[in-house]
């Protein structure tokens, strides 16, 4: 069951760009890739302060280029509330068909993922990778999962409401586990044992089961850079440190041990460790909280990942 002294957290769309305005597009070129983008937790494809502001900023620094922002169901309401309560992996076949019939990806993309959605792209490359992925960008991604449930108040009370109640009933229950977003990537470090067994996304796109797939490790191998961003005062994602594949030492939800120190590097179970010596893993940080980057941050360590 939830352990209710946790602090209640997740994954939140506030934006806080400092400037609202754009500024003037700083750079000529096209990129040769196209881009991909995945919205997160109970935001949308589309929303103008959200993902539409993205899209915006990356068109005026690279006029021309096509974003797909990824949208899950027909129309904004159902985008949201799939990220809310769509069985992930059923998320993962259709965005895989859906960029693979995109003849504006063929040539391959960059890929920048908010939240939850990081996870999502990443699943993508491990399960799909059809057209490929160049370089994958986490922006927030609970890449070890998350620890601490839903925090209701800033978000839409209707769903957050529903999804608390339903993690009451155990992150590991099978009807939540199908139906439940949040609970697909609940790693909960007191019942791992129950979670490798249980779990339906988290743990097989991380090969933490005893079978491993080298699909999954490969394709991860093939990426040019994978770009992982950690906001410094992240409270939303507990611990934060799983942004850059950090996570509580083993059977207690309170010591964190760096990425290095984890088995999923040591042994290397999706290629993070060989990407790493490879000088393919960059680590970016963002001070604020959880996707709180400004509008100036985002054009001086985004922006140029996208033009590889
Ligand atoms: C491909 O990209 C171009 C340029 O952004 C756009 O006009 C066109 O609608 C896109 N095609 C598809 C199938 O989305
Ligand atoms: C590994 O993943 C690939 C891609 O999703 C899949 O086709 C294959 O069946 C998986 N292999 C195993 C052993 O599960
Ligand atoms: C929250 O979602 C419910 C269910 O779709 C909707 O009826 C309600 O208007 C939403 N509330 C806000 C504040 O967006
Ligand atoms: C982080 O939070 C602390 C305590 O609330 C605050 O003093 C500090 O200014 C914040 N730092 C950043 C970079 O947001």
Redo the contacts with the bound molecule.
Sequence with gaps: MLNKKLTLSIILFIFSFINYSLSASSSDATPIRNIVIWHGLGDSCCFPFSMGKIKDIIQNQYPGVYVKSIEIGSSIDEDVYNSWFKNVNEQIDMACEMIKADTNLTNGFNAVGFSQGSLFLRAFVERCNDPPVHNLISIGGPQNGVFGAPRCATTNGTFCNVARNLLELGAYDEYVQNNLVPAEYWQDPLQYSKFLEKSIFLADINNMKDVKNQTYKDNLLSLNKFALTLF??DTIVIPRESEHFGWYEEGQAKNIIPMEKTQLYQEDWIGIQQLDNEGKLIFLES??NHLQFTEQWFIENIIPLLNE
Excluded: A, K, S, V
């Design positions: 410094l005062n001070p604020g």
